[in-house]
């Protein structure tokens, strides 16, 4: 990369407002990027990165006022430019990825219609050179029959098929800018991956200039090779990714590299004679589809599951979308009901008597991954956590107020949130009334299914900060579901690996991550960075490789 | 988002604070309600004239100081039998709105919750009702129940529960997904009480709007069978019989026609006025918003 050339982009001084509450929403921002490279815009919701992505485009929502600066593509002020001006540079000259793959792609339309409509308008080729183009580029996106995805819909292809296709709708006019916003966060870590890795190769061989917009510091800081934070509105810092990462000067960027996730030591537990809840050959079945007069074929979405969790320990259970991952945690909940196996709890078979499963079910409570829609949007919070106390014998009005206030105040959250409605919280305090609602009765097992994937990145710290805690203070067990392996790496004692309903690979934590034996274990470990402390408070990232790609590379 | 713990609570006891005035929906709405309520019970105990005495030396009179609305063909004071009607056709909503919310909530909720082929089976009769238009349905009934008061509000009532039952029955599919549902249930909640707690407290915004939109157009139900002679049979007024009764009058005495339907539409407005301002009131999550 040639950093003396002219640059491709160059944003400078850019200042955004509100127009009725004059808020500053980016604030004197410069940045540039030069053609060929690669470079991260990294912040957390409300940074102010993607309305800065988006005013390059000329994309301001029409409350945004412009306040001043100037965005210069290719020489030219984008600003000033007429909108068929605008309208040309959108498109063929730089090019688009949203976040959103299942709301991107135009549900209606037939994918090879929709990739020839950037085509047919921005270049002039007939229609065979058109569809020769189209063919070409599905088939480096690696769809294995391009041909009958020309005629297929949006909904038959996974989200990872989706952003593939998307990528290739932008990249056939090779624009000389990319701008990805958040590509790969829906998706999950081994697809994320491929993801990536393909926009980059592709992007190498178009000579495209990439302006990555992410919340991952960990995959901008392996794909960019400058990084720009961002925190409400303002650039606190740009460089090099290998400065920011090892020698970060803002506090800002230090709070984000402490938020990834840290792998703490083993702990000792106490060797156990009965494990609290064991599970044996769990089987559980989905229904076909039925109709009027047909049975559809019923799916298995587990094939005989076995695990034990002592108590006391956190056991994590990881596996991309699909695996059953989810499936498991709410049949042992008992939300699904299993079509064959057995759940003990502390020893005893839960479905044999009324007793047993009574037992398991005041000790058993679950932590939900959206805390948007596990909170009953009518009630208090005082209402939702005291909710569960319902059900325990022996509690005086008293003691369950008290119990609410202490266990408000253990989430750190306070009695004073008590009176409120959930929709008044922000995303990371509602988790917290979710793990609030979920301890209240003491229970001694708990399951947590993606606890903390709907969160922000240094929210998602403090939860996980406060989960550990809580989870050392009161020792229950937990059953922690997530396809995140690095939240897994920091709270998990034992981690379960599984992949389509089976269990691949089970064992301790850091034989888990130091020696991946399963193929599948080694591609989603693959995904997500390991850290190592620099003496400056920085970090230096390494990347696992899987075994065959270990043989290529070297 | 960014700031995890602490809210800042200036602005939402500012909020909440702003927030003690009405919207102005529920100010006019309100009104034109209160006012509906007050002649209906107004006109139960006491009207200006009797509304069914007859003196045909005044038929047909125009608004005067005597007769502020007039009178009609028998000589009939038009206030007296709008304020008596207005308790009949007022009751008579009420209580066919009341019957088909809770036959319809009822319905609804049983299909929704038990799902399969109970709620296949209730929902293919559902649909079957809801495709014959209401006042048709209404009518069919009541030829079998007979045209009096309590016929028109069973039929009526009848006639209304399918649509209350398809949007509870709706309400409560979205619901059941949502993972609240599934954590009370992880509670160890029966799943009675959670329907009773969960379920059926986040059903009222709907069924608000729907009971307020109802109560309109039963209002027009009523008035049109009066006006077709199956209502409340004459001499007792109701706004229908008497609009019906205003037609071959319409040339010479417009004040017949006029007044009983501009009660109608007053009242449609404040309802419909009044149905947004309380389902706005009743979310905990539009509070603070206006």
């Known amino acids: 990369m040639n950093t003396k050339a002219a640059p491709l982009l160059d944003v400078a001084n850019l200042t955004l407002r509100i127009g009725a509450s004059g808020r500053t929403v980016v604030n004197d921002v410069s940045f540039q990027v030069f053609p060929g490279e690669i470079v991260g815009i990294v912040g957390e919701s409300g940074s102010g990165k993607t309305l800065a992505a988006r005013a390059v485009m000329g994309f301001i929502p029409p409350a945004v006022r412009l306040e001043g600066g100037t965005i210069r593509f290719d020489g030219q002020d984008v600003m000033a430019m007429s909108a068929k001006d605008l309208r040309t540079m959108r498109g063929s000259k730089v090019g688009m990825v949203f976040q959103e793959p299942m709301t991107s792609l135009n549900p209606s339309m037939l994918i090879g219609r929709q990739l020839d409509e950037g085509l047919a308008l921005h270049r002039k080729l007939d229609a065979p050179a058109r569809r020769a183009l189209i063919l070409d580029m599905l088939r480096s996106v690696g769809l294995r029959d391009p041909e009958g995805a020309l005629t297929a819909y949006p909904h038959q292809f996974s989200g990872g098929m989706r952003q593939r296709i998307m990528l290739a709708s932008v990249m056939l006019l090779k624009p000389a800018l990319l701008l990805a916003d958040e590509p790969t966060t829906a998706l999950d870590a081994v697809v994320q991956r491929d993801v990536m890795e393909l926009m980059v190769e592709l992007t190498k061989a178009n000579d495209t200039a990439v302006l990555l917009i992410s919340h991952d510091l960990g995959m901008v800081a392996r794909y960019c090779s400058r990084i720009v934070v961002m925190c409400q509105g303002d650039v606190v810092e740009q460089g090099l990714s290998e400065d920011i990462l090892a020698r970060p000067q803002h506090p800002y960027t230090r709070k984000l590299l402490s938020a990834m996730p840290h792998r703490l030591p083993a702990r000792l537990l106490p060797e156990a004679k009965t494990p609290i809840v064991a599970v044996r050959d769990l089987v559980v079945d989905y229904p076909g589809r039925q109709g009027f007069f047909r049975k559809g074929e019923a799916k298995r979405a587990l094939h005989g599951i076995s695990i034990d969790v002592q108590p006391g320990e956190v056991v994590a259970v990881v596996g991309g979308s699909g695996s059953g991952k989810t499936t498991l945690g709410q049949s042992i909940a008992g939300l699904v009901k299993p079509a064959g196996g057995e759940i003990r709890f502390n020893g005893k078979p839960i479905q044999k008597s009324d007793a047993a499963y009574w037992d398991y079910r005041l000790n058993c409570q679950m932590v939900f991954q959206d805390p948007y829609s596990s909170l009953d949007p009518r009630m208090t919070i005082r209402q939702l956590v005291a909710e569960p106390l319902r059900l325990v014998p022996d509690m005086t009005p008293a003691d369950r107020k008290a119990r609410v206030a202490e266990v408000l105040t253990e989430v750190g959250l306070g009695d004073g949130f008590a009176e409120r409605y959930p929709h008044e919280l922000s995303g990371g305090q509602r988790q917290r009334i979710a793990i609030a609602r979920a301890i209240v009765r003491r229970p001694s097992f708990v399951i947590a299914d993606e606890p903390v994937s709907a969160l922000d990145v240094t929210v998602r710290a403090q939860v996980l900060e406060l989960f550990d805690e809580l989870q050392k203070k009161h020792g229950f067990s937990c059953l922690f579901i997530s396809h995140d392996l690095g939240v897994v790496e920091q709270v998990a004692d034992r981690v379960i690996v599984m992949q389509d309903g089976r269990i691949v690979e089970e064992g301790p934590r850091d034989d888990i991550f130091d020696n991946p034996r399963h193929a599948y274990t080694q591609k989603l470990l693959a995904a997500v960075p390991g850290l190592e402390s620099t003496p400056e408070g920085g970090v230096r990232l390494f990347w696992r490789r899987t075994e065959n790609e270990a043989s290529i590379v070297g | ?290």
Not at chain 2, 183 to 200: D, K, Q
């Open chain 2, 1 to 290: 988002m960014s700031s995890d713990s602490t809210v800042s609570t200036g602005a939402s006891v500012k909020k909440a604070r702003r927030m003690k005035l009405p919207a102005p929906n529920a100010i006019v709405g309100g009104t034109l309600i209160g006012i509906l309520l007050a002649t209906a019970c107004t006109g139960a105990l006491w009207t200006p004239y009797d509304p069914l005495k007859l003196s045909f030396r005044e038929k047909l009179a125009a608004p005067s100081a005597l007769h502020w609305l007039g009178t009609d063909e028998f000589g009939r004071d038009v206030l007296s039998r709008l304020m008596a009607g207005a308790a009949t056709s007022v009751w008579i909503s009420i209580l066919t709105v009341t019957l088909a919310v809770i036959a319809g909530t009822t319905i609804g909720l049983f299909s929704g919750y038990m799902r399969g082929w109970t709620d296949r089976i209730i929902m293919a009769f559902n649909d079957a009702l809801l495709a014959f238009p209401g006042i048709l349905l209404a009518l069919g009934l009541l030829a079998v129940v007979g045209a009096n008061k309590y016929g028109i509000i069973v039929a009526l009532g009848i006639a209304y529960t399918p649509s209350v039952a398809r949007v509870v029955r709706g309400t409560v599919l979205s619901l059941r997904e949502r993972e609240f549902i599934a954590a009370s249930r992880v509670m160890g909640n029966s799943e009675g009480f959670t329907m009773a707690r969960h379920i059926l407290p986040n059903c009222i915004a709907p069924l608000t709007v729907l009971a307020t939109s109802m109560f309109g157009y039963v209002l027009l139900a009523e008035s049109a069978l009066s006006f077709l002679g199956l209502g409340v049979p004459p001499p007792a007024p109701t706004w229908g019989n008497m609009l019906a009764g205003s037609r071959p009058y319409i040339g010479q005495a417009v004040w017949l026609g006029i007044f009983p339907g501009l009660c109608i539409s007053l009242t449609l407005l404040g309802i419909n006025l009044l149905g947004d301002a309380v389902r706005d009131r009743l979310d905990p999550r539009m509070r603070g918003s206006r």
